[in-house]
């Protein structure tokens, strides 16, 4: 059975900090690129970074220099470290396991910035 689970998420002012984590089970992880994606309401979801298993990043143009993606295979977890947090970053923020055949999405963990 295959899960990831997204922790991390909260209400942080603008300019703030939050670093999001995915655990994944079920799957062979370093198989897999990983990536983050958020959705905010009445928006469609939209990828914000990936990393391939061999640790290859890219980002959507709004975050990058403020966001940064990582894994652990080892540990079977991706990060994303977000900094300089701003209201338009807030969503729900998603993680995907990208696989040759199959995809396999988080639930989700709420990211608001707000004052």
């Known amino acids: 059975q295959v899960q990831l689970v997204e922790s991390g998420g909260g209400l942080v002012q603008p300019g703030g900090s939050l670093r999001l984590s995915c655990a994944a089970s079920?799957?062979?992880?370093?198989?897999?690129?990983m990536c983050w994606y958020r959705q905010a309401p009445g928006k469609q979801r939209e990828m914000v970074a990936f990393?391939?298993?061999?640790?290859?990043?890219n980002y959507t143009d709004s975050v990058k220099g403020r966001f940064t993606i990582s894994r652990d295979n080892a540990k079977k977890m991706v990060y994303l470290q977000m900094n300089s947090l701003k209201p338009e970053d807030s969503a729900v923020y998603y993680c995907?396991?990208?696989?040759?055949?199959?995809?396999?999405w988080g639930q989700g963990t709420q990211v608001t910035v707000s004052s």
């Open positions: 990393i391939t298993g061999a640790g290859n990043r």
């Open positions: 079920g799957i062979i992880f370093s198989a897999y690129n």
């Open positions: 995907l396991a990208r696989g040759r055949l199959m995809d396999y």
